[in-house]
């Protein structure tokens, strides 16, 4: 079977980039940056980025696009048969993990634009939030049908194929995307105080830093660029040979941070506005559809037509950022089936789309019905994100960082990073070194903080 790539060299950027570009930009990043020095912990995120998102990056995009195979298919090859072969589908593996739960938050994204369409928020009373909250993700049926409808979306960009489904569908998402952040920023931006709003984000703050801060950075920083789950060896798969790795994964990082910082510009200002304390507006899911809502509403006039556009479009965008990634999350399960196993494309894809359903579902109903149903003091919905987030991830990191660094050939490295000697590349020494020592320790380091190592700084 013909091997599809993507068309151009923009659309493979902006696919990648839809890939990481994902709900941890808008719920984690700002917040993060916002309780833990504002510019400085920015200063931090950037120099990991450099340190060690980069170089992993790269070195996924060039096994991807040196052995143009799924990830599993492509650390066999470049592995030679030895168990670094494992890394690759442990990758898959991870992504497909995530992808079970990170479908029920793209869902909830969907049912929350739904109630701003319909200004539902009308006249709610600050408390009631939480309730509203709580009583959707418990409701026995509601998020499951918004979950299929999420995973079917999902479903019909990935049977249309690489370039008519995945790298159509970013050249539109992606622009609009970024559209919408800047309409919201700037909206938030020319509310009254927003200038305290701004400084609570930018101040740079040393004294809030300390080695954890670091460790949050790192790990956010792996997150935010979809690093270690085989999506960026997935989608690279798909470049041409002339496609410029550094400067693509250069792209691809710069894009990313961009979102996450004018993800800030739209929560802070608002915040500030209605006076509301931000380190006590919980993150992710809390701060995401409880804390946001109802600042949204006092911020530009409950019930308002400025608050119902506002909230619409905030919700539309979190709805459309999470979509892209869960596209690349699927789309390396079903390179994967498809290519292992000799399968259609529409056969694979149905395949990853049946498990993710049926997986989705029970972590969609641990909120509700199957609340009670728990492994290791975590219900299923936590069980699959920690053990996803906190030990595939940093472990796979790691493992793809020491295999690029000392088992990978070096002169193949630097022929692929250079297209064959096309383009210059003098940062290959540093590139190197980072990968044989800065990134493995420090990922190492993320690693044992996750399992608790480090509980005692805290
Ligand atoms: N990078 C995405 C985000 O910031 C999350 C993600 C992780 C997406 C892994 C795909 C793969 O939300």
Redesign the pocket.
């Known amino acids: 079977m013909e091997r599809e790539n993507f068309g151009s060299k923009i659309g493979a950027v902006l696919a990648a980039a839809g ?7 808008v719920w984690r990043f700002p917040i993060e940056t916002g309780q833990n020095g504002g510019a400085a912990f920015i200063i931090i995120y950037v120099i990991c980025i450099l340190l060690l998102g980069l170089p992993i990056m790269i070195s996924e995009f060039l096994v991807g696009r040196y052995t143009h195979a799924n990830t599993a298919g492509a650390f066999r090859i470049v592995s030679n048969g030895s168990p670094w072969k494992w890394v690759g589908r442990m990758g898959i593996f991870t ?1 497909w993990f ?1 992808l079970c739960y990170y479908v029920v938050v793209g869902a909830w994204t969907m049912h929350y634009t739904f109630l701003s369409v319909t200004n539902a928020f009308h006249e709610v009373p600050a408390k009631e939030y939480g309730d509203i909250f709580d009583n959707f993700v418990a409701h026995p049926w509601l998020p499951t049908v918004w979950l299929f409808v999420f995973i079917g979306v999902i479903h019909y960009v990935i049977t249309r194929g690489v370039q008519s489904g995945i790298e159509k569908s970013a050249k539109l998402m992606m622009p609009t995307l970024f559209l919408i952040t800047i309409f919201l920023a700037v909206c938030s931006v020319s509310l009254p105080g927003a200038s305290k709003g701004l400084e609570f984000l930018l101040k740079p703050d040393w004294s809030k830093v300390d080695s954890t801060t670091v460790l949050d950075a790192m790990g956010q920083a792996f ?4 690093l270690a ?1 085989g ?1 960026l060896c997935t989608y690279a798969s798909y470049f041409d040979k002339k496609t410029p790795l550094a400067k693509s994964a250069v792209n691809v990082s710069i894009i990313d941070t961009l979102i996450a910082i004018m993800a800030g510009f739209i929560i802070f200002p608002s915040v500030f506005n209605i006076g509301m304390d931000p380190n006590e507006m919980g993150v992710g899911a809390g701060l995401t559809f409880v804390s946001l809502p109802n600042v949204f509403q006092q911020a530009l006039g409950n019930g308002s037509f400025l608050a119902v556009v506002f909230s619409s479009l905030f919700y539309f965008l979190l709805f459309v950022a999470a979509l892209t ?1 869960a596209i ?2 699927h789309e390396v399960a079903t390179a994967y089936v498809t290519e292992e196993f000799d399968m259609t494309r529409k056969k694979g894809a149905a395949l990853v789309t049946a498990t993710v359903l049926i997986l989705g579902t029970m972590c969609s109903l641990s909120f509700g019905p199957l609340s009670g149903l728990t492994l290791f003091d975590r219900s299923i919905f936590s069980l699959f994100d920690d053990f996803s987030g906190r030990i595939l991830l940093p472990l796979g990191g790691m493992l793809i960082s020491i295999f690029a660094g000392w088992v990978l050939d070096r002169k193949l490295y630097r022929d692929e990073l250079s297209n064959q000697g096309d383009l210059k590349t003098p940062y290959f020494k540093m590139l190197v070194f980072s990968l044989r020592y800065i990134a493995p320790l420090a990922i190492g380091l993320v690693f044992l903080d996750q399992l608790g190592a480090f509980g005692f700084l805290k």
């Not at 890939?19 to 930009?25: E, R």
């Not at 997150?223 to 979809?226: A, C, K, P, Q």
Request: aromatic fraction near 6%.
């Open positions: 890939s990481a570009v994902g709900l941890g930009n992504g995530i997150y935010s660029l979809s789950m999506c990634s690349s999350l």
